[in-house]
């Protein structure tokens, strides 16, 4: 298993932080999910950006700030700028972990599950 993973170019500590850190994301994604929302809003398309560097506050977490797509456009991080042009808004955000030793992982995250079907609600007509 090691050496598929390795050929594909992910070794098996990559696989486990990016396992660990999606699954720091869902834990927060209610959090994540309103201030995208909000951000979208008022300023576009971005990323949130969340330092993990930082120790988190209580009751408040680790310190975020949202980063505009036209600020992400001069950075030279494209996997963040390609993931910020394709998300869907109504239904996806972007966020950036900022990690120790001046790493970093970004994440396109589905909020929203993708139904077969559309379901109506409200009464049903008279026929």
């Known amino acids: ?65 949202y980063l505009p797509r036209v600020i992400v456009e001069h950075t030279n991080d494209t996997d963040t700028l390609r993931m910020v042009k394709e998300y869907n808004p109504e239904s996806e955000f972007v966020v950036l972990l900022l990690k120790p030793e001046g790493k970093s992982s970004t994440y396109r995250v589905q909020t929203v599950e993708n139904m077969p079907f559309k379901t109506q609600r409200g009464r049903p007509r008279s026929q």
Do not use: C
């Open 1 to 65: 298993m090691a050496g598929e993973r390795e050929a594909q170019g992910i070794p098996d500590w990559a696989q486990e932080e990016r396992k660990h850190d999606l699954a720091w994301i869902a834990e927060n994604k209610t959090s994540f999910w309103p201030a995208a929302q909000s951000q979208f809003q008022a300023q576009g398309r971005g990323v949130i950006v969340v330092d993990t560097t930082q120790k988190p506050e209580p009751d408040a977490g680790h310190p975020m700030y």
